[in-house]
Structure formats: C-alpha cells, structure tokens
C-alpha cells in the first residue's frame, strides 16, 4: 500500500480562543476522500493551528477522521520539528500543502524548505522551490518573473524603502538621488497608481494614489514603513483561477469573476459584500488564450500544489496581477465547481485523477458570498442544504480592527447559470435574516 503524508507548516501563533467551524466538518471531508483511495494509507500533519485541515475548538482537536493518521504539531513547532516529523513516517512520497495567512504570506516557504530537507534524506516529494516560493512572497520578483518572460501586467515599480528614506537616518550623504529618481519615475507613470507591500498578505496596506502628488506625499510620509511596489492601477473586471497539480500534469480553471455588490467598492477578501462566481466560459472575452498562458507560467515557475491568480480584464485583453503558492481564497469554490474536495487536489498530484479536470464541460457552475455571523444550530441547519457545498465559519483577528465574524459559503452543483441564479433566490427567500438579499440581487444584475 502506497504511503503518503501530507503536511502544511503555518507561522501564524493564533490565540486559542481564534476559532474556525467548518460545515462538513473537514474530519468528514478527509474521511470521504479517504474512502475513494482505499488503497493509499495517508497520513496528514499539521500544527493545531491548522484551521484549513482539521476541526479545531479552542485550541484543541474536537473531531478527528477515522480512515486517516493525523499528527499535530503545537502552534510554535519550527521547521527541524516538521522535518523529522514527516521523515519519521517513512513516506513513500510527501506533499506539501502550503496553506494563507495573516500578515507576511510566507507559509510556503517553510513548506519548501521542508521539502527539500526531505529530498536529501531520500523522500520523494511533491512541492514546489523554494526560489518559486521567493518569487510569489516577494511581489516585486513575482512582477519581474513575469515580465521578464513576456506575461502581461501592469507597470509597476519597485521601491526599496531604506534607500528611499536615508537621508531620514542620518547625516550619511547630502542628498537622496534614489528618492529623487523613484520620484521621477512616478511623475511619468498614468495615474492613478496602486502602493502596496511587496510582501503582505489580504490586500491590506493598499493605498490608491490618483495623481502624482497625492502618490508623493504618501510614501513621503510616516505611513511608508516597508517596500513597496507602485503600479499601475488597471480599470477593469477582476477574476480568479487557480492551477492545480505538478509540472507536466496541470489542471486550469477557467476564470471565476470577483465583483463587489456594492458599486464603487474595491473587492475585499474579507468583505461581505465580494461575491465571486463561475466559471466563465466565454470565448469572446478570450478564456482559453488565459488558461493557456497560466499553464505556460505553471510550467516555467515550476509550481506544485494550488496556485491562485489573480486577474484582471480590460478592454478584451487578460493581465496578471498577483500569484499565490497556496491554498486560496477560490479553492473550496472552484473544486466545488469540478465535483471533488480541496484535499482530492494534493492526493491526485500524488496517485493520479480520475478524471481530465481541464474538460470544462464537465464543471459545474457555483458561487461564493458571505453571510454574516450566524448562530451555530441555524448555519448547521442552512449547511443541510443540497445546494451549499461548504460554509467556513472563521473569526477574523486583525490588529486595530474589532474581532469580526463571517460564514465563507459556496453553493453549487449547477448544470447553467441560470439555475444558479434561481437556486440562488431560493436560498435567500428560505433564509431571509441569513443570506442577505442584495447578493443574489447583484449576482443576477451582474449576468443579466
């Protein structure tokens, strides 16, 4: 019998009350996957903070899957520690499922590092480089990657913060050529232009500058305190897609549009009001020359895994603008919409799929909104619903924000768009104080 571990290391130290409910529970999820490779053993380690993987109530394992092993690692467990761990099974291979976080998304670097610890010991291994992992964390080597191989994007510039802030440091020199030049380079660029970190994580940080000077004094002032990219800022219609599998075996998705309900709102990954639909299939806004081009970037990146794009659409042509090497906030959506769990993706890089996930006549459509906080017996009674494929119940701890709750929720299972919409509407009209009306409002405003 074949053996396989899979693992997923996370920086993030959360506070033992941070809680995450899943509906199905991910105990039930894993033991449903398991129960489809019978003839696999696997075995899944992770650290208690791990509230993509396992069921987790105040810091402490509440449900576990029966058909697989699970080893939990504590929340401060350091790289050596998951590297033995994982070794110790003696694995016949090792997948590393990389999953987000708060703050500086770095998790898949750890997870790469571990990968190739494992490789020297002799254990096969199913992960991206560590240089790939570099070039998605760090936006700025992920803009160059791209240019440099002719992928469309923004244009953008790259500032390095303590070189355009020296003469804040001291007496070295006289004068800031560096400043002086980034400066410059703003002054000629259209407007408006996006400021973010090269490095962050949630699109939090962002500031829109819509002329030179308002750009200027920004990274001028105190509020500047990281590098930073500063690009173009494109008026387009925002979609996503991922990747899934490893070089030479890719699954595309097409894209799924990202919009935000309220008019004038810029899409927020944690905002109740983004909805986020698919897939599109449109040939007229050109669907396969994009899903061809990611597949293009899968291979020459060499990524492993998930890997999430983010896209923007204007005037009929396709731009990159960001690239993840993990687990996403569009994975449980499009692997609703391909009939299979956000775990079947790691275990198929593993031992195969049943099936050729780039047919997309065989996908489903589904969407993506959220509900706002829910009492636990209602939105177990709403998961109930043939139409919800999952509901991600998660407490958002942000520092200087006030905790905040939100219900991830992705219907599906649709065979047309239409259906969706009407399965939609139901929904709302069955749980009127849940599923605010204005979502399946806007989602059929959108497609009509």
Request: aromatic residues 10%; hydrophobic residues 40%; contains cysteine.
């Amino acid at each position: 019998m074949k053996k396989i571990v899979l693992y997923s290391s996370n920086s993030k130290h959360r506070d033992k009350s941070s809680n995450c409910t899943v509906f199905p529970k991910w105990a039930m999820q894993w033991d449903e996957m398991a129960a489809r490779h019978k003839d696999v053993e696997i075995t899944l380690v992770v650290q208690l903070s791990g509230r993509y993987f396992l069921d987790i109530k105040d810091g402490e394992l509440v449900q576990e899957p029966e058909n697989i092993k699970v080893i939990t690692l504590p929340m401060d467990a350091k790289l050596p520690e998951f590297l033995d761990t994982v070794a110790a099974q003696e694995p016949d291979i090792a997948v590393a499922m990389p999953g987000p976080v708060s703050g500086y998304d770095w998790n898949g670097l750890r997870d790469a590092a571990i990968a190739e610890g494992l490789r020297k010991r002799g254990i096969d291994t199913i992960c991206y480089s560590a240089d790939t992992a570099l070039d998605c964390f760090d936006k700025a080597r992920t803009h160059r990657v791209l240019k440099e191989n002719g992928f469309r994007i923004p244009d953008a510039l790259y500032l390095h913060h303590e070189l355009f802030v020296t003469d804040k440091l001291g007496d070295v020199c006289t004068g800031n050529v560096y400043q002086e030049y980034i400066l410059w380079e703003i002054e000629n660029m259209d407007m408006p232009v996006v400021i973010k970190s090269t490095t962050g994580s949630s699109s939090m940080g962002i500031f829109i500058a819509k002329s030179y000077e308002e750009a200027r004094d920004y990274l001028l002032s105190d509020k500047l305190t990281e590098d930073v990219i500063v690009e173009q800022f494109l008026d387009g219609e925002e979609y996503g897609a991922e990747v899934h599998g490893d070089r030479g075996n890719y699954y595309v998705s097409p894209p799924f549009r990202i919009f935000n309900t309220v008019p004038g709102q810029l899409n927020d990954p944690l905002g109740q009001t983004t909805l986020k639909y698919g897939p599109i299939l449109d040939e007229d806004l050109k669907v396969s020359e994009v899903m061809a081009e990611l597949k293009r970037m899968a291979e020459l990146m060499g990524f492993s895994g998930i890997m999430e794009v983010d896209l923007v659409l204007v005037k009929g042509e396709w731009y990159i603008l960001e690239v993840n090497n993990r687990w996403s906030g569009l994975t449980t959506l499009i692997t609703a919409s391909q009939g299979r769990l956000p775990y079947d993706v790691y275990v198929d890089e593993a031992v195969g799929a049943d099936r050729d996930y780039n047919d997309v006549e065989r996908l489903t459509y589904a969407c993506q909104f959220k509900m706002p906080k829910v009492e636990l017996e209602t939105l177990e009674k709403i998961a109930s619903e043939k139409a919800i494929q999952s509901i991600i119940q998660y407490e958002v701890r942000i520092p200087g924000r006030e905790i905040f709750w939100f219900n991830d929720t992705v219907i599906g299972g649709f065979s047309t768009m239409k259906e969706l919409l009407d399965g939609f509407d139901a929904l709302q009209k069955k749980y009127p104080d849940q599923i605010p009306d204005f979502l399946s409002t806007a989602l059929r405003e959108k497609e009509g």
